[in-house]
């Protein structure tokens, strides 16, 4: 393995565990604040609260996928891997999503490291999956 090639893991792997220690802290938090249906309320609006919950609730998870493709973007700037910051985040977000529509390229060395962001994408897109998936059956099957 050249230099290069080791400096995308070095970088990498560390960015994946800490975006999925964040991920996580903020799926729990969002769990212990948000996605907590008042039970008064539920019994008075018993379809516009679960659909208020799941709302906010997707919209802070939306938040919590754009604050990690910013702290990734964050690091290609710092890498230098890209020329400016919107390069950065646009690239970041296509990465994350591994939607990956745009001319943007990181510089030759640092490529891998845009394949292990796409890694981290999923494992952050599948734990978000699981967890709106929990939300709605505690949502639905409250007070039932």
């Known amino acids: 393995m050249r230099i290069g090639q080791a400096s995308d893991w070095v ?27 008042p ?21 802070l998870v939306a938040v919590l996928h754009g604050i990690e493709a910013a702290i990734w973007a964050f690091a290609y700037r710092i ?6 910051g919107r390069s950065a985040m646009l690239y970041s977000l296509n990465a994350i999503t ?12 640092w490529q891998l490291l845009g394949a292990l962001e796409a ?13 709106l998936f929990a939300v709605i059956q505690k949502v639905v099957l409250t007070d039932k």
């Open 39 to 59: 039970r008064t309320t539920q019994r008075l609006y018993p379809i516009a609260v679960p659909v208020m919950i799941m709302g906010s609730t997707v919209l």
């Open 119 to 131: 890694l981290n994408g999923c494992l952050a897109f599948g734990l978000t999956t699981a967890f």
């Open 11 to 37: 970088w990498g792997l560390p960015l994946i565990v800490l975006m999925m220690l964040i991920h996580v802290f903020g799926l729990v938090l969002i769990s212990q604040r948000a996605a907590r249906p």
């Open 79 to 84: 890498l230098d891997a890209l020329p400016d």
């Open 98 to 109: 591994s939607y990956g529509h745009t001319n943007l390229e990181l510089q030759g060395h």
